[in-house]
């Protein structure tokens, strides 16, 4: 199976800093992965995803990496701000599961002003 | 713009209650999945669906059932409600290839009294 942790459940910033939000996934089969943002009373909404053939993907503010080696997956967002406070989770999955996908249990972060 | 939809975003019902929760997604994706989130627990996959009336158990799918007599519409019924049912219950499709994000619907709240 595939089991997913992310190293902090909590992380508190100041804005303006970059944010290192880390995921840790177990199989290495795993293929697919993507960061998700959880506002308060909100369902998830997709942020960015990355596939097992590329180390880096860039967005607007945002940077996945993925370290396939150590099955690490971090989320970077730069200059960030309060709109940013939300929880962010990470997603797994693997190839033929029917798009199923195993989610960390997600990190707070917070954004001081 | 994409959109998944769920018929409520509070529900209160009693302990032994039979209760529905319907979600509608308007972008003829295939896939469906209902989740339920529980602080310290991230999101748990209760069941999903590949394609009208077809099923699969995700990983607790002890108490509950579901339907999908459309493409669209992807119902999670609680066949008598218990307290433990208390939770963020989570709506979600994506298309097929398996590889695709899932997207989201705002959440029902439920509380079993």
């Known amino acids: 199976g595939e089991s997913v942790g992310l190293h902090l459940p909590t992380l508190s910033v100041q804005e303006g800093d970059n944010s290192i939000i880390n995921c840790a996934y177990s199989n290495s089969a795993s293929d697919y992965f993507i960061w998700y943002k959880q506002e308060s009373g909100k369902g998830p909404q997709f942020i960015i995803d990355?596939?097992?053939?590329?180390d880096k993907r860039q967005g607007q503010r945002v940077t996945v990496l993925l370290n396939k080696t150590v099955k690490h997956l971090s989320l970077q967002i730069a200059a960030t701000q309060p709109g940013d406070s939300a929880v962010y989770f990470c997603?797994?999955?693997?190839?033929?599961?029917?798009?199923?996908?195993?989610f960390g249990q997600g990190t707070e972060l917070s954004v001081k002003p | 713009d994409v959109k998944v939809t769920q018929s409520s975003r509070y529900l209160v019902k009693r302990t032994g209650e039979k209760v529905f929760l319907e979600c509608v997604q308007d972008m003829d994706h295939e896939n469906m999945f209902w989740y339920r989130q529980d602080p310290g627990l991230g999101l748990r996959l209760i069941y999903f669906?590949?394609?009208?009336?077809?099923?699969e158990k995700g990983d607790i799918p002890e108490g509950y059932s579901v339907s999908r007599e459309k493409k669209e519409r992807f119902s999670l019924i609680l066949e008598s409600a218990s307290t433990n049912q208390t939770s963020m219950y989570l709506c979600a499709s994506s298309s097929t290839g398996g590889l695709n994000e899932q997207y989201f619907g705002p959440g029902t709240r439920l509380t079993v009294t």
């Open positions: 669906s590949y394609d009208v009336k077809m099923k």
């Open positions: 990355i596939r097992s053939n590329m």
């Open positions: 997603a797994v999955s693997i190839y033929n599961q029917g798009g199923k996908l195993i």
